[in-house]
């Protein structure tokens, strides 16, 4: 029972008798806690100090999970992944100004990768902002986070908490899943109101992502399209991971025997060893597919657009998109058939109209992908055999990539570049949502934010794979995990530096160049600081049986993997966007 409402049945009880007592009363503090709670949302994650940090302990003391992280763009990402996983927003409080700002970063990358968050902050007064009159951590963070998120919103009345959370929540999970900033001033926690009226102005919000269903006249189009495809594919991008539409996906890739790609995030949506699955033949699929279904993927840069070279000669294709943002079609090529609506409902009609009435594709193009896949496979295979020392990043990989078979239902973060990209390629996922790494903006520094989230939100054991520079944006969250003691194996695979560990200030001065680390740095000693289990690896064997002990154990640890600091590439494999100038050569290159 809340506390506001164990002050009302005492009232209650002692009203017959006492007849002056004073009316139940409820503050701020507490209609914030009820309304959060009032809409499932179980755990916080934030950092404290004024004018929050009695509300995180009231909730602490109410039952609610509060997280306590040492820096709120860690806290800001752990809400971002926990929305991710469980369709509810996760849920972010930070202090006034700089807290806000640090936790800022969070909630745009949010709104980029369309997951459901709330960032909550408290601030200064209103009148006191608005005057420029310097308040305590004055700023006007509302407009600021307004151009960031997908709505913004101010409570100034208790009476108004009720809705304000309802309508911040709503607006986090309907339609294309976002972040949402809510502003909450510092008076507002000590405003005081009558308990029932405060109870009574509390919202339970009621199917806050509505199905979206296609209309029938859209789904007939694309099954027009697809049926006329000679070589169609699919591909699934981490909306249809976040949809939760399952055993749909499943049951239409196997009813229409169409291979398919997983996005980076949306990979185990089915399992990367499945048969249709094209992973392994990737751009043998992009370049001769002839209609190409896309399932919650935007046709950004991480799919070139949709265009150039890539995708093979211009005009050889068509495209079906499904999305709930109507706005996404046509962003970046014709889209000939665009299903608006949501994933389970969209993929459910079409599996429908297909049902009975339908082709396999052309068997030359299945076996051309199945043949391309394992002549790919079959490439890779000795290299993740490699027991070189020191290790290069296949040979680390390949023995992570064991442990996660094992563990199918582990959860993993991935962050880097080297370290991303091919850890992208040669670990397989086998379960949906298991996959959290950088994103839609390439972002470093979710790494701890995310492993901290996964184990909390999912009570399994937690392998995040990291560069030792993507690391670093999130490092001092190690002593988190620790305080929290939470299931989570770190590995970093530490190449003294970003991309690789040899680049050289090239005029002979003693700073070293902008893109290298101490060498030989320890950073399993940063664990055993905070009293987790810190190891250092050297070879693929010993790396697997830290590995395996400690996803065994759930014992926070930190595995610092020594990788030839020579082994990685320029931007892992984005290289290419690198800007260039024809008139100078850039030290690194030489
Ligand atoms: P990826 O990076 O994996 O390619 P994106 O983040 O680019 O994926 O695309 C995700 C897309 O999924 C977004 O356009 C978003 O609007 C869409 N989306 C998210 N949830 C749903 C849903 N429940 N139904 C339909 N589309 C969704
Ligand atoms: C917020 C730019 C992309 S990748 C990377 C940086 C700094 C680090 C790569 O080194 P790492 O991996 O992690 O050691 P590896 O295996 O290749 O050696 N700031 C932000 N985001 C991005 N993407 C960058 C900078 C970047
Ligand atoms: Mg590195």
Not at 302 to 315: C, D, E, F, N, V
Request: with cysteine; aromatic share 6%.
């Amino acid at each position: 029972m809340s506390t506001a409402a164990a002050i009302m049945d005492k009232n209650q009880a002692t009203d017959a008798s006492v007849i002056d007592a004073p009316p139940a009363l409820t503050d701020g503090f507490q209609l914030v806690i009820d309304a959060l709670k009032l809409n499932g949302i179980e755990n916080l994650y934030v950092v404290p100090g004024i004018p929050i940090s009695d509300l995180l302990r009231m909730a602490q003391g109410e039952g609610m999970r509060v997280i306590s992280f040492r820096h709120e763009q860690n806290a800001g990402n752990a809400a971002a992944i926990a929305g991710f996983l469980t369709k509810k927003p996760g849920v972010c409080m930070t202090v006034s100004a700089p807290g806000f700002l640090n936790g800022l970063t969070a909630l745009a990358n949010a709104t980029t990768n369309c997951f459901p968050m709330i960032l909550i902050s408290g601030s200064s007064e209103r009148e006191i902002v608005d005057l420029q009159q310097g308040d305590y951590e004055e700023m006007d963070q509302l407009a600021i986070a307004k151009p960031l998120c997908k709505a913004a919103f101010r409570i100034l009345h208790a009476q108004d908490i009720g809705i304000g959370v309802a309508r911040a929540i709503r607006a986090a999970v309907s339609g294309r899943p976002g972040g949402v900033y809510l502003d909450l001033p510092a008076k507002l926690f000590s405003q005081v109101m009558d308990a029932a009226e405060g109870a009574r102005s509390l919202v339970k919000v009621i199917d806050p992502a509505p199905a979206q269903i296609p209309a029938p006249s859209a789904v007939e189009r694309a099954v027009d399209v697809l049926k006329g495809a000679k070589r169609p594919l699919v591909i699934f991008g981490k909306g249809a991971a976040y949809a939760q539409a399952d055993e749909e996906i499943r049951s239409f890739v196997e009813k229409s025997g169409i291979p398919f790609l997983q996005m980076s995030m949306a990979k185990g949506l089915l399992p990367d060893t499945h048969p249709l699955s094209a992973g392994a033949a990737r751009s043998l699929v992009l370049k001769e597919a002839d209609v190409v279904l896309l399932v919650g993927a935007r046709l950004n840069w991480l799919l070139s657009h949709g265009k150039g070279k890539s995708w093979g000669a211009p005009g050889s294709k068509k495209f079906i998109q499904i999305d709930i943002e109507p706005k996404e079609m046509d962003s970046n090529v014709e889209i000939v058939a665009p299903l608006v609506g949501d994933i389970g409902s969209c993929i459910t009609a079409l599996t429908n109209a297909i049902d009975g009435d339908w082709t396999p594709p052309p068997a030359d193009w299945v076996n051309a992908v199945a043949a391309r896949k394992e002549a790919n496979i079959a490439k890779m295979a000795p290299k993740l055999m490699s027991n070189a020392v020191p290790m290069n990043f296949h040979g680390a990989l390949g023995a992570l990539r064991r442990v996660v078979q094992e563990r199918p239902d582990a959860m993993l973060v991935n962050e880097g570049a080297n370290t991303l990209d091919l850890a992208r390629g040669i670990i397989d996922m086998q379960q949906p949502r298991k996959r959290l790494d950088v994103g839609t903006w390439g972002v470093m520094g979710i790494g701890m934010g995310f492993a901290v989230a996964a184990a909390v939100e999912s009570g399994k054991p937690v392998l995040a794979i990291e560069g030792d520079s993507a690391f670093g944006f999130s490092g001092m969250e190690v002593e988190t995990i620790c305080r929290y003691n939470l299931p989570v194996c770190i590995v970093i695979f530490n190449n003294n530096g970003i991309y690789r560990g040899t680049d050289v200030n090239p005029t002979g001065k003693p700073d070293p160049s902008p893109m290298v680390f101490v060498p030989g740095s320890r950073y399993d000693k940063m664990m055993e600081a905070f009293g987790g289990v810190g190891v250092n690896v050297t070879n693929p064997d010993d790396l697997y049986r830290a590995v395996s002990e400690a996803m065994g154990s759930g014992k926070p640890t930190l595995i610092n993997a020594v990788i030839d600091p020579a082994a990685g590439t320029e931007s892992g494999n984005i290289g290419s966007l690198n800007p260039t100038s024809s008139v100078r050569k850039m030290p690194a290159a030489e």
